[in-house]
């Protein structure tokens, strides 16, 4: 960063605090995740005005050294003695001379500053777009660590359930909902959760509470776990994954009691997605199987359940399995909607290569690979094009070719073939 761009950092940061402290309708997602670490706004009850900007939070967040000395030629801005504090002695001059100084595309990625200049002629903006385009508080890892620091104060027998269960916060899911190639009924199923969401008081009010707990049905690759991640981004909301072959216990009566405990820290967490993987493993059929323990396990699995809902506690429920015919009749009606994940058909065949290989130089026919590729999976395609693109680097290209597809296809081939190896 330059001697000029770092200037006006600091001048982003000291413009963001005044505004913060002046205009008090402002909360915790009018700032950039840059501005909540370097300010140290953790939301909740640590949320405090003022905001202080001083030359020592500056080095430690930014790295920024002197950052007095750096300012002194900027007259818009004070900087008390020792750096304790640096302010703006005048808003309307400060965010002229920021203007001037070619501020603007930093305004545009800031909802505070987007706010005050809003109205402006100086810098004409969207508040409305910049704050919805910010990464929220809520969607960040420092609200999921803060969340369960908070539950763990609360009920320290909640730890054993973190133990068997991954959080993410939708910061951290890489699957983006606008890349997943989704069927017309996953469309207007996941159209029906939101709808639902944005209406649980007026359902609540009905006492229709049966809503958003879905079963995704499918063969392996097919893309269960890729839209139940894409839908935490989508929805901003963290997401509670569990295998149910980690829950069962070696101790009688402890997996009954690790499923209670998921439930209750979801509940907790809400609102969240929880996301049971391996559904089958447990809620299979109870008629096949004479251990009791298991037996209360299914049942325990099934009250929860029962007691979990979307409307009244704010947790959306999806289970997952590539084993439907396991599952007996009890588990099939806990659930509102299944949803069915095929083998992509030759136009979703067509639309997963385009987006998979959108970034990259795919000199290939895919109306052609589509109708060569019946009976892959979207996992099966994916890993096609990156073989494909393995296979040009290794040639010192950067660009994909026909041939190149064909390695891939090939190694899906071999994969298919191990995979169906009967070795005993």
């Known amino acids: 960063m330059s001697s000029e761009d770092e200037t006006l950092k600091l001048l982003e940061l000291a413009l963001t605090a005044e505004i913060f402290n002046r205009y008090t309708d402002l909360d915790i997602n009018d700032l950039t995740p840059e501005c909540r670490q370097l300010f140290g706004v953790n939301g909740g009850q640590e949320f405090k005005r003022p905001l202080t900007l001083s030359e020592g939070t500056i080095k430690r967040s930014l790295g920024i050294p002197d950052a007095c000395a750096k300012l002194s030629l900027v007259p818009v801005i004070a900087c008390e003695e020792f750096g304790q504090r640096i302010r703006v002695p005048s808003l309307e001059a400060a965010a002229s001379w920021f203007v001037r100084k070619g501020g603007t595309?930093?305004?545009?990625?800031?909802?505070?500053?987007?706010?005050?200049?809003?109205d402006s002629e100086m810098a004409p903006v969207s508040y409305k777009d910049v704050r919805a385009k910010n990464l929220p508080y809520e969607d960040t890892r420092a609200y999921c660590a803060r969340k369960i620091a908070e539950i763990l104060a609360?009920?320290?027998?909640?730890?054993?359930?973190?133990?068997?269960?991954?959080?993410?916060?939708?910061?951290?899911?890489?699957?983006?909902?606008?890349?997943?190639?989704?069927?017309?009924?996953?469309?207007?199923?996941?159209?029906?959760?939101?709808?639902?969401?944005?209406?649980?008081?007026?359902?609540?009010?009905?006492?229709?509470?049966?809503?958003?707990?879905?079963?995704?049905?499918?063969?392996?690759?097919?893309g269960k776990t890729s839209l139940a991640l894409a839908l935490s981004r989508e929805m901003h909301l963290p997401l509670i994954e569990v295998r149910l072959s980690m829950v069962t216990s070696q101790y009688l009566g402890e997996t009954s009691k690790n499923i209670d405990r998921i439930f209750d820290l979801a509940r907790k967490f809400a609102p969240c997605i929880l996301f049971i993987d391996e559904f089958d493993f447990v809620a299979k059929s109870r008629v096949a199987d004479d251990h009791g323990a298991m037996k209360r396990a299914v049942n325990s699995l099934l009250k929860n359940i029962d007691r979990i809902s979307l409307v009244k506690d704010g947790v959306l429920l999806i289970g997952a399995t590539n084993h439907p015919q396991l599952l007996d009749e009890a588990a099939w009606r806990r659930f509102d909607e299944i949803v069915g994940f095929g083998l992509p058909d030759t136009e979703m065949r067509f639309q997963i290569m385009k987006a998979v290989a959108a970034s990259i130089d795919c000199r290939c026919d895919f109306?052609?690979?589509?109708?060569?590729?019946?009976?892959?999976?979207?996992?099966?395609?994916?890993?096609?094009?990156?073989?494909?693109?393995?296979?040009?680097?290794?040639?010192?290209?950067?660009?994909?070719?026909?041939?190149?597809?064909?390695?891939?296809?090939?190694?899906?081939?071999?994969?298919?073939?191990?995979?169906?190896?009967?070795?005993?």
């Open 105 to 118: 595309p930093l305004i545009r990625n800031n909802p505070a500053l987007a706010f005050y200049f809003q």
């Open 154 to 222: 609360a009920n320290e027998e909640l730890k054993h359930a973190l133990d068997l269960v991954i959080v993410s916060s939708p910061e951290e899911i890489e699957q983006n909902f606008e890349d997943f190639i989704c069927t017309e009924e996953q469309k207007r199923i996941i159209g029906k959760i939101r709808i639902a969401r944005e209406n649980r008081d007026l359902l609540a009010r009905h006492r229709i509470h049966e809503v958003g707990k879905l079963l995704f049905v499918g063969p392996p690759g097919t």
């Open 367 to 424: 109306e052609a690979l589509a109708a060569a590729t019946e009976g892959f999976s979207g996992a099966d395609l994916r890993i096609m094009v990156k073989e494909a693109l393995l296979s040009a680097l290794m040639e010192g290209r950067d660009f994909i070719t026909d041939r190149d597809i064909e390695q891939g296809i090939l190694l899906i081939g071999i994969r298919g073939a191990v995979r169906t190896q009967n070795w005993l």
